[in-house]
Structure formats: structure tokens, C-alpha cells
């Protein structure tokens, strides 16, 4: 989904961090805005790794503040990949922070390809910010037990579907 010389966001979270382990070596640009998501890319020669700046949150060490919504608006990537807090049963995506709401949603404006990258059990959290809604995603990428409604609604918007 990502291809060499492609220019990648990639998202904090978990999620977005196995991602990122998996695209180490790859000849690609990426904006990680997570330290944990740019040490995986950055750990074998290959991929030019950027990171936006910002206040770093302790744990998950996710960048956040203007300085990194700025950074990702300046930037025109290929492709994104996108983790979640929740999703809602019509397909919206959420974050337990108003921050980190602004800087996905100027990760989905800057991006050309949305894949989102989640697993069964963020149907079942609720988050408050919302940063965007199922039609923003290109594709989704989710665990083989996710919720058939859920997928449908994805397909219904345009969303290549790949269960893993």
C-alpha cells in the first residue's frame, strides 16, 4: 500500500507504530509524528525520517502543539497512515485529545491516500474530538473480527477494505 519513494505520515498510536516497524528500510519520506514511529523507520538505512517538532507527550511520545500542525500542513504526502482512538457506529473517527484531533485532521488535508490502520476493539472506546468521518478514508485496514456493519459502512464511502 505504500510504494518506494512515496512521501508517508505516519500517525502516533500503536497501531500506526507496527506500521511503521514493517516500512523500516523502505526507500520513503516519512513525517513521523510519533518518536517511538520514527525510531522504528529510522532503526535499518533506507527512509529519510522527519520528525515535525513540538512538545512531546510523555508515554506515548506523540508530538503535539502548533509547531506540529504546522509542520503537517507544509507538507504534501503521498500517503497517510492513520491510527484511532474510536470509531463511531457511522464511521467517525475520534481522539480522547483536542490536539491531536487538529493534527489528523491537517494529516488527512495534507494526504492524497488515507489508509486507516485499527483494530476491532476501537469500536467499543468512545472518544470526544472528532477529526473526521469514514468518507475521508481511502483505505482501511482493520483485524479480521471488525464489525460488518462498520466495514460496510467504509466500502459505502469508496474504501478499499483489507482484513488481516
Do not use: W
Not at 500542513?73 to 503521498?78: C, E, K, V
Not at 493534527?103 to 486507516?116: G, W, Y
Not at 462498520?150 to 477494505?161: D, H, P
Request: aromatic share 4%; charged share 20%; glycine share 6%.
Amino acid at each position: 500500500m505504500v510504494a518506494d519513494y512515496e512521501s508517508v505520515i505516519i500517525d502516533n498510536g500503536t497501531t500506526a507504530y507496527a506500521v511503521a516497524h514493517e516500512l523500516a528500510s523502505r526507500p520513503i519520506t516519512a513525517l513521523a509524528l510519533s518518536l517511538h514511529a520514527a525510531a522504528a523507520v529510522a532503526a535499518r538505512p533506507g527512509a529519510q525520517v522527519i520528525v515535525p517538532g513540538g512538545t512531546v507527550e510523555p508515554d506515548a511520545l506523540a508530538l503535539t502543539g502548533s509547531q506540529c500542525v504546522e509542520t503537517v500542513r507544509s507538507m504534501r504526502a503521498d500517503v497517510l497512515i492513520l491510527g484511532t482512538c474510536a470509531t463511531t457506529s457511522d464511521g467517525d473517527l475520534t481522539s480522547s485529545s483536542y490536539e491531536d484531533s487538529l493534527i489528523k485532521r491537517a494529516s488527512i488535508a495534507a494526504s492524497v491516500r488515507r489508509i486507516l490502520v485499527t483494530t476491532a476493539d476501537k469500536r467499543e472506546r468512545a472518544a470526544n474530538f472528532r477529526f473526521g468521518s469514514a468518507c475521508d478514508i481511502t483505505h482501511l485496514v482493520t483485524t479480521a473480527d471488525a464489525d460488518p456493519e462498520l466495514i460496510a459502512i467504509y466500502r459505502g464511502e469508496g474504501a478499499q477494505v483489507v482484513l488481516v
